[in-house]
T-cell receptor, first 114, second 110 residues
Framework: KAGVTQTPRYLIKTRGQQVTLSCSPI?????VSWYQQTPGQGLQFLFE???????NKGNFPGRFSGRQFSNSRSEMNVSTLELGDSALYLC?????????????FGPGTRLLVL | EDKVVQSPLSLVVHEGDTVTLNCSYE??????LLWYKQEKKAPTFLFML????IEKKSGRLSSILDKKELFSILNITATQTGDSAVYLC??????????FGQGTRLTINP
């Protein structure tokens, strides 16, 4: 079974631009979560999608948005980029088990904002 | 506020040593606790713990959860240089959302 894939792997943007990141979950997984990882803040939850609906949202400004398609692929968009948005953005595909959920991470997209 | 605290933040040991990493949490509606290993890339899944007192084991790694005292430990015996990584603890509180600790950076010197 193929793992979680994310594209692009690396991205350089300038302040004020917008960016769209893509994530394809493991086949059969319907839930996709997005995280931002920075050296200072660690891993922080952005939002989670299930069956094309946003189910949960973290404490990020409205510049961060996402969506999920009928094939479970998800995209994340950041508008009006700021220097502080430079981070590793991770997508996780969730496998539901009787006693909880396990998340499997993609390789991440490293975004640098100049 | 839900939070997960890991200790120590950094640990340096010699190859062959045994290490114990700690994770404590304050989370409402706890469902499970997960351990991940992160090297240069994305985190890779190690264990998921849901019940107190039941040890999960995979090779030289093992982990156990104490739901009464709200903590978990990750043990690594006979450490190898390939064990060098950041170990992340995360708690799932039932909303498809993981709250992560800061991580423990483990360095194994030959």
């Amino acid at each position: 079974k193929a793992g979680v894939t994310q594209t692009p792997r690396y991205l350089i943007k300038t302040r004020g631009q917008q960016v769209t990141l893509s994530c394809s979950p493991i086949s059969g997984h319907r839930s996709v979560s997005w995280y931002q990882q920075t050296p200072g803040q660690g891993l922080q939850f952005l939002f989670e999608y299930f069956s094309e609906t946003q189910r949960n949202k973290g404490n990020f400004p409205g510049r961060f948005s996402g969506r999920q398609f009928s094939n479970s692929r998800s995209e994340m968009n950041v508008s009006t980029l700021e220097l502080g948005d430079s981070a590793l953005y991770l997508c996780a595909s969730t496998m539901r088990q009787p006693v909880g959920e396990t998340q499997y991470f993609g390789p991440g997209t490293r975004l640098l904002v100049l | 506020e839900d939070k997960v605290v890991q200790s120590p933040l950094s640990l340096v040991v010699h190859e062959g040593d045994t290490v114990t990493l700690n994770c404590s949490y304050e989370v409402t509606n706890f469902r499970s606790l997960l351990w991940y290993k992160q090297e240069k890339k994305a985190p890779t899944f190690l264990f998921m713990l849901t019940s107190s007192g039941i040890e999960k084991k995979s090779g030289r790694l093992s982990s156990i959860l104490d739901k009464k005292e709200l903590f978990s430990i990750l043990n690594i015996t006979a450490t190898q240089t390939g064990d060098s990584a950041v170990y992340l603890c995360a708690v799932n509180w039932g909303a498809q959302k993981l709250v992560f600790g800061q991580g423990t950076r483990l360095t194994i010197n030959p």
